[in-house]
Nanobody
Framework: QVQLVESGGGLVQPGGSLTLSCAAS????????LNWYRRAPGSEREWVAT?????????AYAVSVKGRFTISRDNPKKTSYLRMNSLKVEDTAAYYC?????????WGQGTQVTVSS
């Protein structure tokens, strides 16, 4: 079955950087777009970024993270990455990777990112 496992979260000071990973299994990873979302306490889930399945690896970002975050994928490793630079307190959230496959959203368990001094 589809499995998505996020890792790399932690506590970082404002202005710092983190790289999140999403290890995938149970499906043809290279055939699906990979999304990252986040949910802050008391807030709705927010889309963060997408990397397409196309060979050009087209990407898209939420306005709130554009220019600071970089999404990528390594198809042989079946892993997606979210590099987060210039982190702000408001980036504090649980981060989730996601695919939409066969009419169903699949989610990982999430990894917590806390930005605090």
């Amino acid at each position: 079955q589809v499995q998505l496992v996020e890792s790399g979260g932690g506590l970082v000071q404002p202005g710092g950087s983190l790289t999140l990973s999403c290890a995938a299994s149970g499906f043809a990873f290279d055939q699906y777009a990979l999304n990252w979302y986040r949910r802050a306490p008391g807030s709705e889930r927010e889309w963060v970024a997408t990397v397409s399945s196309a060979s050009d690896g087209a990407v898209a970002y939420a306005v709130s993270v554009k220019g600071r975050f970089t999404i990528s994928r390594d198809n042989p490793k079946k892993t997606s990455y979210l590099r987060m630079n210039s982190l702000k307190v408001e980036d504090t959230a649980a981060y989730y990777c996601n695919i939409y496959r066969a009419g169903t959203d699949h989610w990982g368990q999430g990894t917590q990112v806390t930005v605090s001094s």
